[in-house]
């Protein structure tokens, strides 16, 4: 189009066919021109050019100049840098084990555990608990050792010991923290088992009747509670789990009192031995064999004698079996120190009750 009048009015000075200015018209919005210049004019040229003119400003005109503002306002993220990688070349392109946050994505990037990066860096997500707890673990068994030589009532209190952390150590390796009712549930499993054993003149009996009293016990509670089913079925496993193991744990108070001390024994030199810097393979093997010799000389001072290899043998395989049990998963330092110090112990009390009867 163009600025210049129609050619058919050359030699006038107006826009109009007669030379003269039309008058000034007020901006109205898009459309309005076209019309007042077809009522005041009849020729439809004038209207177009007065149209192709208009400057006024329109809601798609205010519209627009919102969107370029807030173009111009709006962050950017600095260009030349590289686009941050999957979650799964993250976990495994960081340092191991790094308690660090991931780079910031659009998404999320949730905070990745050390057994997750172990698995994607192709290493095992098993940490041992180490030569504290295992110190620990053999001081505790000594203590049961040299009870039990004293009399019934005096193994009672390391036995309390051994029962209480390992309802605790349980309940904490299976991501349940705090859990005061079913660590309370489950020692109290074990005090009724005592005081049955004692009643009864230590008949394996009263393990078994109060382990299925715990059971449906621990069933009703869950079954009263308000929690989803997969929370409640998920409690229900660590609650029977707890109270069995810190029950089964009064085996020692049912078994003879020369078998718990060469199967304590066994237990707490297997567990030292387990400790040791060496490659897998070889520690197991040397903690069995320690085990052994352990219940030799266990074996010795009591009236088992050789036969004793086989019942320390027996007890430090039990043994680190719940050692394994503890060190499962990228634990914490308070399950080393509840269920890496009780399991390997509570782990091998049937075994003690079973061979102790057969071999005394």
Excluded: K
């Amino acid at each position: 189009m163009t600025d210049q009048p129609n050619q058919q009015y050359e030699g006038y000075e107006g826009y109009g066919p007669y030379g003269q200015q039309p008058p000034p018209q007020p901006q109205q919005p898009q459309g309005w021109p076209y019309q007042q210049g077809h009522q005041g004019y009849d020729d439809p040229y004038a209207a177009q050019q007065y149209t192709q003119q208009w400057q006024g400003q329109t809601w798609e005109t205010q519209t627009h100049a919102q969107v370029t503002a807030a173009e111009e306002t709006a962050y950017l993220p600095p260009q030349g840098y590289d686009v941050p990688a999957p979650a799964s070349a993250e976990v495994a392109d960081a340092p191991a084990p790094s308690s660090e946050y991931g780079p910031a994505t659009l998404a999320g990037n949730p905070r990745v555990t050390d057994a997750q990066r172990a698995r994607a860096e192709g290493r095992s997500p098993i940490i041992e608990p180490g030569l504290q707890p295992a110190a620990l673990t053999a001081l505790l068994g000594l203590l049961l050792a040299g009870a039990a030589a004293v009399g019934t009532y005096m193994l009672l209190v390391p036995l309390v010991v051994l029962q209480a952390v390992t309802a605790a150590g349980w309940f904490r390796l299976n991501g349940m923290w705090p859990a005061r009712q079913g660590i309370a549930l489950g020692f109290a499993g074990a005090l009724a088992a005592d005081a049955a054993l004692l009643v009864s003149g230590r008949s394996p009996s009263a393990i078994l009747g109060t382990l299925g009293v715990w059971v449906l016990l621990a069933l009703v509670l869950q079954l009263r509670s308000h929690a989803d089913p997969d929370e409640r079925m998920y409690g229900l496993m660590a609650t029977v789990a707890a109270s069995a193991l810190a029950i089964v744990a009064g085996g020692y108070l049912a078994a003879e009192a020369d078998a718990v001390t060469v199967g304590a024994v066994g237990v707490a030199v297997a567990i030292l031995a387990r400790a040791l810097p060496l490659p897998t393979v070889a520690s197991v093997v040397g903690a069995l064999l320690a085990g052994a010799g352990a219940g030799v000389a266990a074996g010795a001072l009591t009236g088992l004698g050789p036969s004793g290899a086989l019942l320390g043998a027996g007890a430090g395989a039990c043994a680190l079996i719940g050692h394994r049990v503890a060190s499962y998963d990228y634990p914490s330092r308070f399950v080393h120190f509840t269920a890496g110090v009780a399991l390997p112990l509570a782990a091998a009390a049937p075994v003690v009750y079973v061979l102790g009867r057969a071999l005394v």
